[in-house]
């Protein structure tokens, strides 16, 4: 299923209510949509996608072969606060993303 897809599925599914839903896959950077907007972290030494489409809000992000994607309806900047402080990602620190 493409991100786009992804997209319109929760448009219908979720409407206004608030949500947030994580989905990983193997995949590579080359999945984030071209208009992604692109930050780096350096501490974390990863790179972050984040992209919206009709008020859904999604941060990307790689972890070696495996793509890490948090959606939600909160807003775009919260979001990706909430994933570069989330926890599971400290242990790669020290090592090249």
Known sequence: M???ALFFSFSL???YR???ATFTFLGTEEDAPKNATVSFEPEK???FYT????GIHAVLHRE???ICMLVSNMPPE???SLVKSSSPHNHRQGRAA
């Open 2 to 4: 493409s991100v786009s």
């Open 78 to 80: 919260e979001l990706l």
């Open 51 to 54: 992209f919206s489409r009709d």
């Open 45 to 47: 030494r990863m790179t």
């Open 64 to 66: 070696d072969s495996v």
């Open 13 to 15: 599914a979720w409407g």
């Open 18 to 20: 608030p949500f947030i």
